[in-house]
């Protein structure tokens, strides 16, 4: 194993850039714009008022009430289930996705997520009772849990490795775009009354039936051929997506990966030995630290949060297309710079930035914002800006690293597995967020920012301390060339792993 794994060989993984494989990788990644179009339509849809009338009259009814808490008037449980019900199906789902990639593939996974989807957004485009709307959203919940664990891992496996950042981080590319096409669909359909929010709803099954077609035209991955025995169509994908022929040193490198993963009979059971610690708790972490941001806090409910500091109800949607195109933009910044300066400078970067951003919202809010009443025009503006600077970083950095690091650190045998505990750690966080980040703003007021300011501060010391650096190092090499020489994580690592 040492001499196979420690041989060099990512210097003789060749490759170039074809037209097909860029269609590939847009193609897949078009499941990060599904989610992101969830994320972004949910907080618009809530904030509508005929959509309030019809299933939640009596949220509607205290919005209207003057005198109403600015914190707390939006603050209703079953309002938060409508957004939050999705991330927990999801939960459930990404452990079912896990399996699947493993026994189907990849790819066919990819297309499960988009049917769906596809069902969800016409359920839910139709709902006349609240439990359709529910039901619609467990349906996108599966959806998302499906291609939450196939596009990342599909991204990384077909990705060249001095690519394989930037490959990867399409996935959060498209979930930003999601973000920001569904703010401006909600920013339009606020105008179309009654059925204005119907719209923004279906409008989800367009990402999907993208991904439908794309999951039918794409490859499939050439790690998951061979895991699966088929090694000749897997040595045959992989001359396809790197465009040369020469690709004996990676084909070995990929074969040897599977025949120690074929060894593992219970995936799940190597997932909790000692030696699999060290990217189980990377990736979770990540996961876990990526909500902890605040981002989806942010995001769900930033016209309800916008509103809350003043803004009318369509400048409060179109402050909120501002924010998601800066979320789009910024992540081009990652797109280029995750495999020249690695990942830890943009994550310690971010953390700085994004701590600022929270502790001065903070501040601003818990001096000026009083129960009743609006901020000032200046300091609103002060708020959007830093909401903006929040945004910009977290888009370069925790956004796609919390998809990216996950998906290239576990090694072939727990890859889904791992990846599908990771997955499920995000939609667990989402889903508390989604479903208490309203309470909590009633509850805690300003102090919420403060809240996750304290969380951003200790993710800044886990980058520190225990995220190694994976740029350049091979996805099926990572367990050789990284775990074993951290000064933290050696101490996992028994004598079949050195």
């Not at 479903?435 to 009633?442: A, E, G, P, R």
Request: aromatic share 14%; hydrophobic share 50%; charged share 15%.
């Amino acid at each position: 194993v040492s001499k196979m794994t420690n041989a060099g060989y990512e210097g003789d993984f060749k490759s170039k850039m074809t037209a097909y494989v860029v269609f590939c990788w847009i193609f897949a990644a078009f499941g990060g714009l599904m989610f992101g179009y969830d994320i972004g339509i949910s907080g618009g849809v809530t904030s509508m008022d005929d959509f309030l009338i019809k299933f939640f009259p009596h949220v509607h009814e205290k919005k209207l009430h003057v005198h109403e808490d600015n914190y707390c008037k939006y603050d209703d449980p079953n309002l938060q289930l409508f957004t939050s019900s999705l991330y927990l199906a999801a939960l459930v789902a990404s452990f079912a996705a896990s399996k699947l990639c493993s026994v189907f593939g990849r790819r066919r996974t990819i297309f499960f997520a988009s049917l769906f989807f596809i069902a969800a957004a016409v359920l839910s485009a139709l709902g006349e009772k609240i439990w359709m709307l529910i039901v619609g959203r467990i349906l996108f919940g599966i959806g998302v849990g499906f291609g939450n664990e196939a596009v990342p891992l599909f991204l990384s496996e077909v990705a060249p490795v001095q690519h394989r950042g930037a490959v990867n981080i399409l996935f959060q590319l498209f979930v930003t775009v999601g973000i920001l096409i569904a703010n401006l669909v909600n920013y339009g359909t606020s105008k179309v009354h009654p059925g204005g929010w119907r719209i923004s709803l279906g409008l989800a099954g367009v990402p999907a039936l993208f991904l439908f077609l794309g999951s039918i035209i794409i490859v499939e991955t050439p790690t998951s051929l061979i895991e699966r025995g088929h090694c000749e169509k897997g040595r045959q994908t992989l001359e396809k997506i790197r465009g040369v022929k020469e690709v004996d040193a990676e084909f070995k490198s990929i074969v040897h990966a599977c025949e120690v993963a074929e060894k593992v009979k219970h995936p799940l059971k190597k997932l909790m030995q000692k030696s699999s610690m060290p990217p189980l708790i990377i990736g979770v972490s990540m996961q876990v630290f990526q909500q902890f941001t605040g981002i989806n806090a942010i995001m769900f409910y930033a016209p309800v949060l916008f509103q809350t500091i003043g803004f009318g109800s369509n400048a409060s949607l179109l402050s909120s297309v501002i924010t998601g195109l800066v979320n789009v933009l910024s992540t081009f910044v990652s797109i280029f710079a995750v495999d020249k300066v690695g990942r830890r400078v943009l994550l310690l970067q971010a953390c700085v930035q994004m701590f600022i951003s929270q502790t001065v919202i903070g501040v601003i809010l818990h001096a000026l914002l009083k129960p009743t009443g609006s901020l000032d025009k200046g300091p609103a503006i002060v708020v959007v800006v830093l909401v903006c600077m929040f945004v910009m970083s977290f888009a370069w950095s925790w956004g796609p690293m919390g998809w990216l690091i996950p998906s290239e650190t576990f090694p072939l045998e727990t890859r889904t597995a791992g990846f599908a505990f990771a997955v499920s750690s995000n939609m667990l966080c989402t889903f508390l967020i989604a479903q208490v980040f309203l309470s909590m703003m009633c509850h805690m007021k300003a102090f919420i920012f403060f809240f996750f300011a304290v969380w951003i501060f200790v993710m800044g010391l886990f980058v520190v301390f225990l995220l190694p650096e994976t740029k350049g190092v091979p996805i099926d090499l990572i367990a050789y060339r990284i775990w074993r020489k951290h000064p933290v994580w050696k101490r996992f690592m028994d004598d079949e792993n050195a």
